[in-house]
């Protein structure tokens, strides 16, 4: 990590935004991207006691996924309609797969996971990575592909970390280390959430 270009990217940021992501100008895209609000509303749908609710736990994933202003709209029907096409055995090991995610095994669950989106043609990082940042937005991270390549050029480790758009558990662990220590170097002010984190790389970067 070039520890250098990531304090100057800090200091441009702070000389526009004296405030962090509590100047006016940000607080305005932060109510558009509305994470409190969604981030409360997964941790309730995917606590652990919900998952003896199958269809409960399908549908809230569709909901979350619908919901995220990060999830383009692509994205958002075709999630939608692969996951209604799935037998109800299949829906069970979805839900199982996503309480490892979440709740116990995270490369057990993320590769279960994933084996499903592949089935349905679904495997897109926005589709793995979406409900486990929401639940837990101040340690996962959702994972966006232009940013992330954009990112990982910047600081030259795009030849240690290779971004490939199917996603693999060994880069999502990887890329989440990365990311963790760039923030641990940073002004808490920056990661008020993950997003946020990504966010602040993504406008000094550009």
């Not at 795009?158 to 999502?172: G, H, M, T």
């Not at 990887?174 to 002004?187: I, R």
Request: hydrophobic share 40%.
């Amino acid at each position: 990590m070039n520890i250098e270009k990531l304090f100057e990217l800090q200091g441009d940021f702070f000389a526009r935004h004296p405030d962090g992501f509590e100047d006016e100008e940000l607080v305005k895209i932060r109510k558009k991207h509305n994470i409190d609000k969604l981030s409360a509303q997964t941790q309730g749908f995917f606590s652990e006691s919900q998952f003896g609710k199958v269809e409960s736990i399908i549908q809230n994933m569709i909901l979350v996924m619908s919901r995220s202003s990060m999830v383009s709209m692509f994205d958002k029907p075709k999630f939608r309609d692969g996951i209604g096409t799935l037998s109800p055995a299949e829906r069970e090991h979805l839900a199982d797969a996503m309480f490892d995610l979440l709740h116990g095994d995270t490369e057990k669950g993320f590769n279960q996971f994933l084996e499903q989106l592949v089935t349905l043609k679904l495997a897109r990082w926005s589709a793995i990575s979406t409900i486990p940042f929401y639940f837990d937005p101040k340690n996962n991270w959702f994972i966006k592909p232009n940013t992330t390549k954009m990112i990982l050029n910047y600081f030259e480790m795009d030849k240690e970390l290779v971004y490939k758009p199917r996603p693999s558990y060994a880069f999502y662990r990887d890329y989440s280390t990365f990311l963790d220590e760039m923030k641990d170097q940073c002004d808490p002010k920056l990661s008020i959430n993950n997003a946020a984190f990504t966010g602040f790389l993504m406008m000094t970067i550009n």
